[in-house]
């Protein structure tokens, strides 16, 4: 945001008398009105940016006040610079100058080019159009007769007016002359060209266009391929006194108001412009012709000065206060200027092309791979945890089997010691029976009777549920379990009744079991040999006591190893389950983003066309418009020969008729 620039310039005096009441004094930058003795009327004090007196010259101002404006519309900037005062307070001699004292415009014209000149990086195309607003109608100075032209407003254009002729321009000399054929212009018709242009504004224009030199050929993709265009108006305003001052009726009158209401509609926007940025509410930029034109001068995108001329006379002190106090306004009005980048096609190709660019680079780095080496990474952690829980089940399975083999080895003792709890007295009863050996003897001598009897026909046929394991009592022990062969020796009787009666026998107990001997024993043998079994049976019982509780407690280890395991392991399942689930999502990522990448190539290989299309095109362009610079500077040269020609031959005709 920037302040418009407001100066104050005071014209001569053409006042004959030297006495008078009041009169202003200028103090640097500072007006204010005194009386004759020197003390200040209060009130009427203004202070601006700069404030030029009487012997100030057109380059003072211009270098002050509008260098910087014309360096900035050469950048890119718009500029308006306006001449604001009563007439014949020295606006058009401001704004145009004399013979000796160069004006603002024609001081203007010459830096654009020379600026143009100095950048050297950049190519520019400068159009210049001079117009003028009388009674609120829009006449074209530089075509005669192109009158009454309306204002559009497009998107791409903005405000302009419609109709308007452009000249494309190459040198300040060719402006100047155009400016030449403006005012002349403004004289056809008018038999007094003062009284006409204190009613009219002028508006001299020029559009500067820019673009980087190396745009075409160049592959370099930069912000410079954007083109900069601005426009700087440069305006000398009707005078703005009083309609009572003229003291004009009829056409005149009809001026003045017409006058006054552009001029009054200035005031108000200025006024609206200047007032808190809150309070401003509708600005009546479309109130007037004027305002309208110079909209994005006042409080938008331009850079704006305004020169106020005032004249010095006592007789001219109102008038000379009311543009002081428009100025003041003005100085409070804020603008936004920033430079004007227009995107053509080409440089909205780059753009573009810069953009693809930017994705593929994202598509192929960063995201993509990013992705790539998170699935990689998935991949690999659900491989590891594929292996690990194949290694648990195969540790589970062998602790099952385990499990299961120590849980037959303890059912076994379990048997074992069931067997002979049943088949054996207890180790007391066992001791104290060996105590009593000789007791025994005759014991035996009883028993060897129904031994006998027992020995003819097997007893343990009474005893169907000791069968196998109760035979292992009369027999002795074997090293060795005895091979299935020896099913022979096992008591064939009982197995066949057993297996009459439907028992499903265990044929690894079977194996296990001591095969028995059938053969006869005497009493005493007997007795001692069962002595001696019952302290072996109560020492091995006593061991696979021991045995079975130290199974027992392997197997609970192993069954806390074992439920371990399976949580583990069903842990591992489920971080699977959610692995496979996150590889599938990334998988349709990755498609999806393969497809975005699809297009994105499609998109970039039909740019890439156009770009191509275009370059065609503006090669045979640039062809066809050198071939008419070239007809057009030969026509040129034709006809400035005929003009010479016939100039010469006006010159020889007086001479013709001297003779
Ligand atoms: P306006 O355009 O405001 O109506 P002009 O520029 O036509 O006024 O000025 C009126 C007269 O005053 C002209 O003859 C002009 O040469 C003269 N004049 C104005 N300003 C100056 C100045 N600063 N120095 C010399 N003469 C000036
Ligand atoms: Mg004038």
């Known amino acids: 945001m920037e302040k418009i620039s407001v100066a104050v310039r005071f014209r001569p005096s053409v006042a004959s008398d030297s006495i008078c009441e009041r009169q202003w004094r200028i103090d640097d930058n500072r007006i204010s009105l005194h009386r004759p003795l020197g003390t200040p009327i209060s009130g009427v004090s203004f202070a601006f940016d700069h404030v030029f007196d ?16 014309i360096r900035a519309a050469v950048d890119g900037f718009n500029g308006t610079a306006f001449a604001y005062g009563q007439t014949s307070s020295g606006k ?6 004399s013979e000796e004292d160069a004006g603002i415009i024609p001081l203007a014209v010459k830096d654009v080019f020379r600026t143009a000149h100095m950048t050297a990086d950049r190519e520019f195309l400068i159009r210049v159009s001079y117009m003028e607003i009388y009674n609120e109608e829009i006449n074209d100075l530089l075509t005669l007769g192109n009158q009454k032209l309306p204002i559009h407003e497009s998107l791409e254009r903005g405000v302009y007016v419609a109709g308007l002729r452009e000249e494309i321009v190459n040198s300040a000399e060719q402006v100047l002359e155009l400016l030449k054929l403006g005012e002349a212009n403004r004289h056809f018709g008018e038999t007094n060209m003062n009284a006409r242009s204190s009613r009219s504004h002028t508006i001299f224009r020029m559009v500067i266009e820019s673009s980087a030199k190396d745009l075409i050929s160049s592959d370099n993709i930069s912000d410079a391929d954007a083109i900069r265009v601005s426009v700087l108006n440069l305006v000398d305003l009707a005078g703005s006194e009083r309609i009572a001052k003229t003291g004009a009726g009829g056409v005149r009158l009809k001026e003045g108001k017409h006058i006054n209401k552009s001029l009054m509609v200035l005031g108000n926007v200025i006024n609206k412009l200047s007032e808190n940025g809150k309070q401003r509410g509708h600005i009546p930029y479309r109130d007037s012709k004027l305002t309208r034109i110079l909209q994005s001068a006042l409080g938008g995108n331009a850079k704006t000065s305004v020169i106020c001329t005032v004249a010095p006379e006592e007789v001219h002190i109102e008038e000379t ?38 994705l593929r680079r994202k598509l192929q780095g960063s995201h993509s791979e990013v992705l790539e080496q998170v699935i990689l990474k998935q991949r690999n952690d659900m491989h ?18 385990s499990r299961e083999a120590l849980e037959r080895c303890i059912a076994e003792q379990q048997r074992k010691i069931d067997s002979r709890s049943i088949a054996t007295p207890s180790e007391d009863q066992a001791t104290s029976s060996a105590k009593q050996n000789v007791g025994l003897k005759s014991i035996c001598n009883e028993v060897s009777m129904s031994r006998s009897d027992v020995f003819q026909t097997p007893n343990l046929k009474q005893m169907s549920n000791g069968f196998v394991v109760q035979r292992s009592i009369f027999s002795k022990e074997l090293d060795s379990s005895p091979v299935p062969e020896n099913f022979a020796n096992v008591a064939d009787e009982d197995l066949w ?7 499903i026998t265990d044929l690894d107990m079977l194996q296990m079991t001591p095969n028995v001997k059938c053969q006869s024993f005497s009493l005493s043998e007997i007795s001692h040999d069962v002595c001696l079994e019952e302290d072996a049976n109560a020492r091995r019982c ?12 392997q197997l609970e280890v192993s069954k806390e190893q074992c439920s ?7 842990r591992l399942r489920e971080e699977k389950t959610s692995l496979i689930q996150d590889l599938s999502m990334s998988k349709k990522d990755v498609e999806i983003l393969n497809s975005e990448k699809e297009d994105l190539l499609k998109e970039l290989n039909m740019e890439k066309q156009r770009m191509k299309d ?23 040269t034709k006809s400035k020969a005929m003009v010479e020609n016939l100039k010469a031959s006006q010159v020889a005709i007086p001479e013709v008729y001297d003779c």
């Open 384 to 401: 590891k945890s594929e292996l690990e829980c194949e290694k648990l089940a195969m540790e589970l399975e062998e602790e099952r089997k």
């Open 54 to 69: 009487h012997t100030s010259t057109n380059n003072a101002v211009y270098d002050l006040l509008i260098k910087s404006l």
């Open 497 to 503: 009744m057993r297996l009459n009666k439907g028992c």
């Open 321 to 358: 206060r009311g543009t002081l106090q428009f100025a003041s306004r003005a100085k409070r009005v804020t603008n936004c200027a920033q430079v004007n980048e227009i995107l053509t096609d080409a440089a909205l190709l780059k753009r573009q092309k810069l953009e693809i660019e930017e």
């Open 614 to 636: 275009l370059k065609e095109e503006i090669r045979l362009f640039s062809m066809a418009f050198t071939q008419r610079e070239g007809l057009l500077t030969s026509l040129y």
């Open 542 to 553: 006593h061991r696979s006591e021991n045995e079975c509780i130290f199974d027992r407690q």
């Open 564 to 570: 371990m395991l399976e949580q583990e392991c069903n």
């Open 92 to 97: 058009t001699f401001t704004m145009n100058g």
